[in-house]
Nanobody, 123 residues
Framework: QVQLVESGGGLVQAGDSLRLSCAAS??????VGWFREAPGQEREFVAA????????AYEDSLQGRFTISRENAKNTTYLQMNNVIPEDSAVYYC??????????????????WGQGTQVTVDS
């Protein structure tokens, strides 16, 4: 059974750093994507990483502040968020798909999803 569990969310101040984790089980050779959903908005792409970790993709406006990485030995993927701003407040979801090649940016391509972790950035 596939399971994705996010952790690391919380209430932070603008300018702080935060690291989200996504622990996966029941999967092998999978890409991971991070998405976020703010109240009243659609779920949007944040970042993705290939199954080996050598290829990453970012939403253009977030590159430079956010970094995605993974430790396959721990079946865990991370999203490092630096210099956060109030607009980063959202529920953050990790998602997985069994695929090779360039990591996908489209949420419909991901078959497996976690339950989400709330990030709130206070100004």
């Amino acid at each position: 059974q596939v399971q994705l569990v996010e952790s690391g969310g919380g209430l932070v101040q603008a300018g702080d750093s935060l690291r989200l984790s996504c622990a996966a089980s029941g999967l092998m050779y999978y890409q991971v994507g991070w998405f976020r959903e703010a109240p009243g908005q659609e779920r949007e792409f944040v970042a993705a990483i290939s199954r080996g970790g050598g290829n990453t993709a970012y939403e253009d406006s977030l590159q430079g502040r956010f970094t995605i990485s993974r430790e396959n030995a721990k079946n865990t993927t991370y999203l490092q968020m630096n210099n956060v701003i109030p607009e980063d407040s959202a529920v953050y979801y990790c998602a997985a798909r069994v695929a090779s090649g360039v990591p996908a940016r489209t949420r419909g391509l991901y078959a497996h999803w976690g339950q989400g972790t709330q990030v709130t950035v206070d100004s």
